[in-house]
């Protein structure tokens, strides 16, 4: 793949995304929405948040791979937490180069 996608591209251009754990080799596809241009990880707990991890295959920042990024939400509500103070400060990683 050379250039990103928009939402009603992925489908067609991806059939599926499996991801494998190499450390317990559990094997999960991620999900899709008809909106996004990303897979979705199942969310899971990190301190008080909820976190959504998804590769994002409208983003690739040039490196040909799409972008990990992460949301951030209120588990009690599912709304996106906003990236003020110490969460924007925050170290982040990107797979894109």
Same mark, same amino acid.
């Given at each position: 793949?050379?250039?990103?996608? @928009? ?25 899709? @929405?008809?909106?996004?241009?990303c897979h979705f990880f199942e969310r899971f707990a990190a301190g008080g948040d909820s976190v959504q991890l998804r590769l994002d295959w409208s983003d690739f920042g040039g490196s040909g791979q799409? *972008? ?12 996106? *937490?906003?990236?003020?103070?110490? @969460? @924007? *400060? ?8």
């Amino acid at each position: 793949m050379t250039q990103p996608l @928009r939402p009603e591209e992925l489908g067609s251009a991806i059939a599926s995304v499996v991801v494998t754990d190499t450390e317990t080799g559990d094997v999960c596809e991620l999900s899709t @929405r008809s909106d996004s241009a990303c897979h979705f990880f199942e969310r899971f707990a990190a301190g008080g948040d909820s976190v959504q991890l998804r590769l994002d295959w409208s983003d690739f920042g040039g490196s040909g791979q799409p *972008r990990l990024d992460a949301d951030f939400l209120d588990p009690a509500t599912g709304k996106h *937490r906003s990236l003020k103070g110490a @969460r @924007r *400060r925050s170290p982040w990683v990107s797979t894109t180069g």
